[in-house]
């Protein structure tokens, strides 16, 4: 019998997904455990009153239970992780499922390497930025200006992803964009990211003093 090639990866990508969650949140494992084997000895007892069909019926349902739990306490640790890393705000938008077109190259970055990234939906264009909330600021409202040029009539939403007031933990990124609401259909959504995608980024301005040769005469 041939066996799956696919199979090593899966367990592989399972062992590393249960380390980082280990390094993220040391509790998150026991606990899955535990939850599991509570939910498996809850149905062995019913199996004792009620027959053997409640042992099978409490096999899967702690598998479903250490799934679920795993899964949630898996997804925290790697945010955990994340946060405050640069970039880490792209990573969770790729991971989104649905129409979304998450733009790999930041739409602007200032000279502090505080960045806004762009991404294009049911909603209309979004902007989410890092960075701290007094300097982004001002970045957003330039590159809404940039986008609204070229498409006068699609809504534009700013977010700042970070953990100062205001901003949007990047934990609740997702649950945020998919709250949004859903303006557009989805030709137009094509429609619209190859309209941004013509866009060129805004450069980050150099530090230090401008080379003689590129100082204006």
């Given at each position: 019998?041939a066996k799956?090639p696919?199979?090593?990866?899966?367990l592989?990508?399972?062992?590393?997904?249960v380390?980082?969650t280990?390094?993220?949140?040391?509790?998150?494992?026991?606990?899955?455990?535990a939850?599991a084997?509570?939910?498996l000895?809850?149905?062995?007892?019913?199996?004792l009153?009620?027959?053997?069909?409640?042992?099978v019926?409490g096999?899967?349902a702690?598998?479903?239970?250490?799934m679920?739990?795993f899964?949630?306490?898996?997804?925290?640790?790697?945010?955990?992780?994340?946060?405050?890393?640069?970039?880490?705000s792209?990573?969770v938008?790729?991971?989104?499922?649905?129409?979304?077109y998450?733009d790999?190259?930041?739409?602007?970055?200032n000279?502090?390497?505080?960045?806004?990234?762009?991404?294009?939906?049911?909603?209309?264009?979004?902007?989410?930025s890092e960075?701290?909330?007094?300097?982004?600021?001002?970045?957003?409202?330039?590159?809404?200006?940039r986008?609204q040029?070229?498409?006068?009539?699609?809504?534009?939403?700013?977010i700042?992803?970070?953990?100062?007031?205001?901003?949007?933990?990047?934990?609740?990124l997702?649950?945020h964009?998919?709250k949004?609401?859903?303006n557009?259909?989805?030709?137009?959504?094509?429609?619209?990211n190859?309209?941004?995608?013509?866009?060129?980024?805004a450069?980050?301005?150099?530090?230090g003093?401008m080379?003689?040769?590129?100082?204006?005469?």
């Amino acid at each position: 019998m041939a066996k799956d090639p696919a199979a090593p990866g899966r367990l592989k990508q399972i062992r590393m997904l249960v380390q980082i969650t280990k390094q993220g949140d040391p509790k998150a494992m026991p606990i899955v455990y535990a939850s599991a084997l509570g939910t498996l000895v809850v149905f062995v007892v019913l199996g004792l009153f009620f027959g053997w069909t409640w042992y099978v019926t409490g096999v899967f349902a702690a598998l479903l239970v250490g799934m679920f739990l795993f899964g949630r306490r898996s997804q925290r640790a790697q945010y955990s992780m994340m946060d405050g890393q640069p970039g880490a705000s792209l990573a969770v938008m790729k991971n989104m499922r649905g129409n979304w077109y998450v733009d790999d190259k930041p739409a602007a970055v200032n000279r502090d390497q505080d960045v806004v990234f762009r991404v294009v939906g049911y909603p209309g264009v979004v902007l989410v930025s890092e960075g701290p909330g007094n300097r982004v600021q001002r970045m957003l409202v330039a590159e809404k200006k940039r986008i609204q040029r070229v498409a006068v009539d699609i809504p534009v939403y700013d977010i700042q992803c970070g953990n100062g007031e205001g901003q949007v933990p990047l934990a609740k990124l997702q649950r945020h964009l998919m709250k949004l609401p859903r303006n557009l259909k989805k030709p137009v959504v094509s429609e619209v990211n190859n309209r941004m995608r013509a866009l060129t980024p805004a450069m980050p301005i150099p530090k230090g003093p401008m080379p003689r040769s590129q100082r204006p005469r």
